[in-house]
Nanobody, 122 residues
Framework: QVQLVESGGGLVQAGGSLRLSCAASGRTFSSYAMGWFRQAPGKEREFVAAINWSGGRTYYADSVKGRFTISRDNAKNTVYLQMNSLKPEDTAVYYC???????????????WGKGTLVTVSS
């Protein structure tokens, strides 16, 4: 099992940047693919980005491609989401998740954090 705790959310103006972190517990962190998802008010949760166990493979939703970057540090049991050129429509609760690659990309990972709120003002 793995437990996930997100941090780094907050209020930022449109065009600004934030970096989210997700700290994972457990010795098997490096064996998991990791993902970021988000849920805006009144909307369903959606996939944002995924990274494989080594960091050598990434995948992004079209809505964030070119603006967001997912990365991981297996020595620190942490995955990151660097968010640049933020837009008001990026406002959401952002969740970290872990599982195998297929499950993460399909939006069906077993392990979830509790989320961190990102608010982008216009």
């Amino acid at each position: 099992q793995v437990q996930l705790v997100e941090s780094g959310g907050g209020l930022v103006q449109a065009g600004g940047s934030l970096r989210l972190s997700c700290a994972a517990s457990g010795r098997t962190f490096s064996s998991y693919a990791m993902g970021w998802f988000r849920q805006a008010p009144g909307k369903e949760r959606e996939f944002v980005a995924a990274i494989n166990w080594s960091g050598g493979r990434t995948y992004y939703a079209d809505s964030v491609k070119g603006r967001f970057t997912i990365s991981r540090d297996n020595a620190k049991n942490t995955v990151y989401l660097q968010m640049n050129s933020l837009k008001p429509e990026d406002t959401a609760v952002y969740y970290c998740a872990a599982d195998n690659w297929r499950a993460v990309v399909a939006g069906l990972p077993d392990y979830w954090g509790k989320g961190t709120l990102v608010t982008v003002s216009s």
